[in-house]
């Protein structure tokens, strides 16, 4: 099975600032990983898809890059709203992991 | 767009089995794949299995093997996720997810656009 090991597990920023989560995987997955944002008591959501693709209705202040082993999504100016866990998961081979996820928190 | 309705809070023995439904409307049901991802209190997100109803072949992650069946019905545009010998560490959020399948690519390749709202099975004696 495909492992994702996401970085920081952690985050602690401010209003505007940008930020970087990394989710490296265990072995190539191609372009085939998806990024997700889960704010408590709620279903995830799709941001980012085939690891650089921005879903629909999504804010282009969200954007992510990589592929092979290693991906980023990055946050150019965050905004109040953003403040949540976000997971990565791949999608190159079942099972269908995910990272372990990363909270992200005002400072 | 299609919109998935799960079924309501179980409570289960240990022991026993739990079945959870993902109720489709609007969108081409058969052509998605759907996916069953869980999430234990406090925990992060689980991929169970998944399945494309007009291929009507699941693929369920290892862990659950012999334990867990993902199954649609056509007719109601409905998905189902049984899973037996339930134990304490079952308990979770259950969520079904759907997506376009991927042609050229591997099937679940565009990620989990669509979330139902989330089934809570608790599991206790």
């Known amino acids: 099975d495909i492992q994702l090991t996401q970085s920081p597990?952690?985050?602690?920023a401010s209003v505007g600032d940008r930020v970087t989560i990394t989710c490296r995987a265990s072995q190539d997955i191609s372009s085939y990983l998806?990024?997700?944002?889960?704010?408590?008591?709620k279903a995830p959501k799709l941001l980012i898809y085939v690891a650089s693709t921005l879903q629909s209705g999504v804010p282009s202040r969200f954007s992510g890059s990589g592929s092979g082993t290693e991906f980023t999504l990055t946050i150019s100016s965050l905004q109040p709203e953003d403040f949540a866990t976000y997971y990565c998961q791949q999608l190159n081979s079942y099972p269908y992991s995910f990272g372990q996820g990363t909270k992200l928190e005002i400072k | 767009q299609v919109q998935l309705v799960q079924s309501g809070a179980e409570v289960k023995k240990p022991g026993s089995s739990v079945k959870v439904s993902c109720?489709?409307?609007g969108g081409t049901f058969s052509s998605y794949v759907?996916?069953?991802?869980r999430q234990a209190p406090g925990q992060g997100l689980e991929w169970m299995g998944g399945i494309i109803p007009v291929f009507d072949t699941a693929n369920n992650a290892q862990k659950f093997q012999g334990r867990v069946m993902i199954t649609t019905d056509e007719s109601t545009r409905t998905a189902y996720m049984e899973l037996s010998s339930l134990r304490s560490e079952d308990t979770a959020m259950y969520y079904c997810a759907c997506g376009l399948p991927m042609i050229r690519g591997p099937p679940g390749?565009?990620?989990?656009?669509v979330w139902g709202q989330g089934t809570t099975v608790t599991v206790s004696s």
């Open chain 1, 9 to 12: 597990s952690f985050l602690s």
């Open chain 1, 34 to 41: 998806a990024w997700y944002q889960q704010k408590p008591g």
């Open chain 2, 23 to 25: 109720k489709a409307s």
């Open chain 2, 34 to 37: 759907i996916n069953w991802v």
């Open chain 2, 109 to 113: 390749g565009y990620g989990m656009d």
